[in-house]
């Protein structure tokens, strides 16, 4: 790989990273509930990538849909949910889940198989999430954690569901996704915290908001979907999905640098165990590259909560 290539995705993956605590800082920092906000980041995505619903409707947009419901919808809230509750470096490395998570529904769905080495890294990146959630000394989990794992398995069946429609450019999916996705979770965010409060006033107490939450929101928006996805897309034209996969791994990592750095985020003994065990277990998977979903880090990448 030359040099300007893996200087832009070590570039994107910093973006990634730092989404991940910059939307937890967003949590810390303000009253802005976190189903309102997965559904104010899909509706500015919809906005921004207007243009791209004229040039092509997908052919099969009620799979679509549902396809939004799971990448977009129900990821981003529960995603959101645990960002809201759990520490970002944390989040950052548990949300890898969703790349056993991927290859487990493959073998279930798609006929994938697995031999030795995969079925390692799915153990080792499962015993790693174990390592990180649960505190031995008094036999609690970080809760927070648990929407995290779950906003990873809602992900990777949106993942199996893209295999089984017609390949579309990313960035139309993208678009479409982002327009399916902002009403459903505008109407849970109502019934969840009420109409009143949930929503009109949620849309108040963000536009009141401190300047620095419209930087990250439009930061979320404008660096992760369009130069972080869009950059993203364009290296995969040129280089092996199996030389790409491994690589982003740099982004978890540059999570729990900027958890450190932005939130103060304390890393001890355990958390570095649970960190190696995970990232390791998913670097073996990204190494034998999934037969059945080659592009499985492209989909996962696509609407995920980097």
Request: net charge positive; aromatic share 12%; with cysteine.
């Amino acid at each position: 790989m030359p040099l300007r290539d893996f200087g832009l995705l070590s570039l994107v993956c910093m973006v990634w990273g730092l989404n991940v605590i910059v939307t937890r800082w967003v949590f810390l920092n303000s009253d802005i509930e976190p189903i309102f906000y997965a559904a104010l980041r899909f509706m500015l995505i919809a906005l921004v990538l207007t243009p791209v619903f004229f040039r092509r409707v997908p052919n099969q947009l009620g799979r679509l849909f549902f396809i939004a419901l799971c990448m977009g919808s129900a990821h981003f809230a529960l995603l959101f949910i645990g960002l809201s509750m759990a520490s970002g470096s944390a989040a950052a490395v548990v949300g890898q889940m969703m790349v056993p998570f991927t290859t487990i529904l493959s073998i279930v769905f798609l006929n994938e198989k697995v031999r030795w080495r995969r079925g390692l890294g799915i153990t080792l990146a499962f015993l790693g999430v174990l390592i990180i959630s649960i505190d031995p000394t008094n036999f609690s989990m970080e809760f927070g954690l648990l929407f995290v794992v779950g906003s990873a398995f809602v992900g990777a069946v949106g993942a199996i569901m893209m295999k089984q429609i017609n390949p579309l450019p990313a960035i139309h999916v993208q678009a479409w996704v982002g327009l399916m996705s902002f009403a459903p979770l505008l109407l849970l965010s109502g019934l969840v915290y009420g109409f009143d409060a949930g929503v009109a006033g949620q849309f108040v107490i963000f536009a009141n908001s401190d300047w620095l939450i419209w930087v990250a929101t439009a930061f979320a928006v404008l660096g992760v979907s369009i130069f972080g996805h869009g950059s993203f897309y364009w290296l995969i034209t040129r280089h092996e999905m199996t030389l790409l996969s491994p690589l982003t791994l740099m982004t978890p990592i540059w999570g729990v640098v900027f958890g450190v750095i932005i939130l103060n985020e304390s890393i001890n003994a355990k958390f570095l165990v649970g960190v190696v065990f995970s990232l390791l277990g998913v670097l073996i998977i990204a190494l034998r590259p999934n037969s059945k979903l080659p592009l499985a880090a492209q989909v996962r990448k696509l609407m995920s909560g980097t």
